[in-house]
Structures are given as structure tokens and as C-alpha cells.
């Protein structure tokens, strides 16, 4: 069973929009395997980041997913790296398509209110970065 990590970035969590963005995921059927609400450090934030080191808009990412709190989640399914990012829709909420998550809710490209891997290699990096193998319920 392939696996992604979903992050319900601080303006969804702020706005209360956590509960329609996991029915909208539940909905998809994609099981949700692991949750853990959290505030990041910006250390923390920077080492998730770390691919994005380079961009010019790293610091602001940084500063604001450090800024509250935030629903992490190991997501499981076949296929669910490619199904979870269809269900968020494009990085600039502008392009995304009105039934995703971005399309439905964000504001603009850097208040977009998820994260979803893009990759195995960058969701195993994402997984172990935030859970540890036992918090998994697989
Ligand atoms: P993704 O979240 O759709 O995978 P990435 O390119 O991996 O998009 O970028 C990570 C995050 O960085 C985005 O979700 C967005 O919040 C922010 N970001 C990406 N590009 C820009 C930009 O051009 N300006 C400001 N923020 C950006
Ligand atoms: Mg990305």
C-alpha cells in the first residue's frame, strides 16, 4: 500500500475548515493511518522544507508554517500520492480546479492550505521526518 504525508496547513486549521478538508479525503476513499496536530518549530519547518532551500519564497514558508497549528497525516491507498495531490488541486489555488481542496479554499499560492508528497522518495522523507513506524496503523 503506497503512503503520502497530508499536511492541513495554519490558515485551514485557523479557518476551521480541518473537519470538511478530512471528510473530502475520507471521501476519496484514502485511509488515514496516522493524525497528529502539532505546532512546528521553524527549525522543524526548515528541516521539512529542506528541498526548498534555493526558492525565494523559503523563509516566508518557513515563518508560516511555524506560525500555528497543524493537522499532520500519513494517508495510505493505491495510488494515493498521485489521488491526494489530484484532490488538492494546483500549488496556485488560481489554477486549481473548483472541486479540490486548494480550488474550494485558499487564498493564494502561499496561503494554500495543504501539503501532499509528491514522490516515494519525498513521502518516505516526509513520513519519517514527522512519525515514528509504531504511530502507524496500518
Ligand atoms: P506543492 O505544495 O503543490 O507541492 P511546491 O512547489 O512543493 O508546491 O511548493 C511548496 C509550497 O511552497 C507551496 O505549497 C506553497 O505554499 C509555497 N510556494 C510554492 N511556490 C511559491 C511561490 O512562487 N510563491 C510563494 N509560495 C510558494
Ligand atoms: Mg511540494
Avoid: W
Amino acid at each position: 500500500m503506497e503512503k503520502s504525508l497530508a499536511i492541513i496547513k495554519p490558515d485551514a486549521v485557523a479557518r476551521n475548515l480541518s473537519g470538511d478538508i478530512i471528510s473530502m479525503i475520507l471521501d476519496r476513499d484514502i485511509q488515514i493511518v496516522a493524525m497528529k496536530m502539532r505546532h512546528l518549530t521553524v527549525e522543524e519547518a526548515k528541516g521539512f522544507y529542506i528541498v526548498h532551500q534555493d526558492r525565494p519564497f523559503y523563509n516566508d514558508l518557513v515563518e508560516f508554517m511555524s506560525s500555528g497549528p497543524v493537522i499532520t497525516m500519513v494517508l495510505a491507498g493505491e495510488n494515493v500520492i498521485q489521488s491526494y495531490r489530484g484532490l488538492m488541486g494546483a500549488t496556485n489555488p488560481k489554477d486549481a480546479e473548483p472541486n479540490t481542496i486548494r480550488g474550494k479554499y485558499a487564498f493564494s499560492i502561499d496561503h494554500n492550505c495543504v501539503h501532499g508528497s509528491d514522490a516515494e522518495d519525498t513521502a518516505q522523507f516526509e513520513i519519517e521526518y514527522l512519525f515514528d513506524n509504531e504511530d502507524l496503523c496500518l
